[in-house]
């Protein structure tokens, strides 16, 4: 069970916008639409700010966005902000019952 | 607002048990499933399993050998244990809400586990 394939690392300046890949197979994002995204700051648990591709929880704000296609979803972080300086993850309801992760990006704003 | 946290020893000799508990508060523990996720020190998150109120659980195929989730919903607890540690198995846990196969909305703050040798 391989990890979903995310770059290292995504940089932008304030008030621009930063996207993010995650690859996985047709066994895991490609199958399903139970995609979701965590923002995780350091030394803090991570926090659920996408879930099934594109939907944000009650109190994220909407510069955070999700999509999908293929194998292949996107997490778009628009006018970043200091704050979002963070690392984010994916994950996937794989088959066979099972999640998988993402490998991780760390976003920094310049 | 739910609360989750984790608890149990911080150090595990190697060839031993891990064995942690996660305590839900301001909510109830029923009719959900429960999830226990670790990330090693710089690296990536990895789901570990889930237990429901049943006590039906799912495993991470890699680690089903060693690995056992049970839940207590008399006190508001569910439980893992990790046997024949290794200094792989060193990382911080976290317990989690699982919404069924979707996401994990609810987080314990972590809890960092070192297998000594």
């Known amino acids: 069970q391989s990890a979903l394939t995310q770059p290292p690392s995504a940089s932008g300046s304030p008030g621009q916008s930063v996207t993010i890949s995650c690859t996985g197979t047709?066994?895991?994002?490609?199958?399903?639409?139970?995609v979701s995204w965590y923002q995780q700051h350091p030394g803090k648990a991570p926090k659920l700010i996408i879930f099934?591709?594109?939907k944000r929880p009650s109190g994220v704000p909407d510069r955070f966005s999700g999509s999908k296609s293929g194998n292949t979803a996107s997490l778009t972080v628009s006018g970043l902000q200091a704050e979002d300086e963070a690392d984010y993850y994916c994950?996937?309801?794989?088959?066979?019952?099972?999640?998988?992760f993402g490998s991780g990006t760390k976003v920094t704003v310049l | 607002q739910m609360q989750l946290q984790e608890s149990g020893p911080g150090l595990v000799k190697a060839s031993e048990t891990l064995s942690l508990t996660c305590t839900v508060s301001?909510?109830?523990?029923?009719?959900?499933?429960w999830a226990w996720i670790r990330q090693p020190p710089g690296k990536g998150l990895e789901w570990i399993g889930r237990?429901?109120?049943?006590?039906?659980?799912n495993y991470r195929p890699s680690l089903k050998s060693r690995i056992a989730i049970s839940i207590d919903p008399s006190n508001n607890q569910f439980s893992l244990k990790l046997s024949s540690v290794t200094a792989a198995d060193t990382a911080v846990y976290y317990c989690?809400?699982?919404?069924?196969?979707?996401?994990?909305?609810?987080w314990g703050q972590g809890m960092l586990v070192t297998v000594s040798s």
């Open positions: 989690a809400r699982d919404s069924n196969w979707d996401y994990f909305d609810y």
């Open positions: 301001s909510g109830s523990i029923n009719g959900h499933f």
């Open positions: 237990v429901y109120t049943s006590g039906s659980t």
């Open positions: 047709s066994s895991d994002v490609g199958d399903y639409n139970y």
């Open positions: 099934e591709v594109s």
């Open positions: 994950c996937s309801y794989a088959r066979s019952n099972t999640y998988v």
